[in-house]
């Protein structure tokens, strides 16, 4: 109840950011806290304010995937300003479409560090539920794994409504090398393709598990 209370800037901990609001408050520098504001705009139309990546599966076979970014807003904004992040050993950002033509779209990446930032604005506002950008992934894992895009950043006219951001995973699945072709698990390496006295040939290998080779 605590946290609850004093959380008056609603970012899901007690800083000196709410500190410095309460003192703002008590000499009347300040009449609302950014958490009344959160919640008041929460209640409106019984709707909450959302940005949220949804899940999705990329087959064996996919090299890329498009993942789109959905905002949910009851109450009209002119403002947007949102942060995504990504694992980069797994998915390597190449291009952020713009969805929708009649908003202000400004939008940079940095695959090192697996971070987008999309800000978005408009004179005349938006509201509702809106599909602003799309994000195109290389896939660059070679292996199988779930891997999440998520949030650092989403707020709506300067508010802060990060708690109601939802993450999205991403299902990418990879066949292991060897195993389609020969359709067994059983460590061992097969005959070569097609002779070991021509040009080049294949070797075909399976292992039990997951790890280096060295083959020798």
Same mark, same amino acid.
């Given at each position: 109840?605590?946290?609850?209370?004093?959380?008056?800037?609603?970012?899901?901990?007690?800083?000196?950011?709410?500190?410095?609001?309460?003192?703002?408050?008590?000499?009347?520098?300040?009449?609302?806290?950014?958490?009344?504001?959160?919640?008041?705009?929460?209640?409106?139309?019984?709707?909450?304010?959302?940005?949220?990546?949804?899940?999705?599966?990329?087959?064996?076979?996919?090299?890329?995937?498009?993942?789109?970014?959905?905002?949910?807003?009851?109450?009209?904004?002119?403002?947007?300003?949102?942060?995504?992040r990504f694992n980069p050993e797994h998915l390597q950002l190449q291009n952020m479409e713009q969805n929708i033509n009649n908003l202000l779209l400004e939008s940079h990446f940095?695959?090192?560090?697996?971070?987008?930032?999309?800000?978005?604005?408009?004179?005349?506002?938006?509201?509702?539920?809106?599909?602003?950008?799309?994000?195109? /992934?290389?896939?660059?894992?070679?292996?199988?794994?779930?891997?999440?895009?998520?949030?650092?950043? /989403?707020?709506?006219?300067?508010?802060? /409504?990060?708690?109601?951001?939802?993450?999205?995973?991403?299902?990418?699945?990879?066949?292991?090398?060897?195993?389609?072709?020969?359709?067994?698990?059983?460590?061992?390496?097969?005959?070569?393709?097609?002779?070991?006295?021509?040009?080049?040939?294949?070797?075909?290998?399976?292992?039990?598990?997951?790890?280096?080779?060295?083959?020798?």
């Amino acid at each position: 109840l605590q946290q609850q209370v004093a959380d008056v800037t609603y970012n899901g901990e007690i800083s000196a950011l709410d500190a410095s609001w309460v003192l703002q408050h008590v000499v009347a520098l300040e009449g609302t806290f950014p958490v009344h504001r959160v919640k008041n705009l929460m209640t409106e139309n019984n709707a909450r304010p959302a940005v949220y990546v949804e899940n999705l599966t990329v087959p064996d076979d996919a090299t890329t995937i498009k993942i789109p970014v959905n905002l949910t807003v009851p109450s009209n904004m002119l403002s947007s300003d949102i942060r995504i992040r990504f694992n980069p050993e797994h998915l390597q950002l190449q291009n952020m479409e713009q969805n929708i033509n009649n908003l202000l779209l400004e939008s940079h990446f940095d695959n090192l560090r697996g971070m987008a930032n999309i800000g978005i604005a408009s004179v005349k506002g938006f509201s509702g539920t809106i599909n602003p950008v799309n994000l195109h /992934f290389e896939i660059v894992t070679p292996v199988s794994v779930n891997s999440e895009v998520g949030f650092e950043k /989403f707020l709506l006219d300067e508010q802060d /409504f990060l708690m109601q951001a939802e993450s999205g995973y991403i299902d990418i699945m990879r066949v292991q090398s060897g195993t389609e072709d020969i359709g067994q698990y059983e460590p061992g390496i097969r005959n070569l393709v097609p002779n070991p006295f021509a040009a080049s040939a294949l070797l075909r290998f399976t292992t039990g598990k997951e790890g280096l080779v060295e083959i020798g």
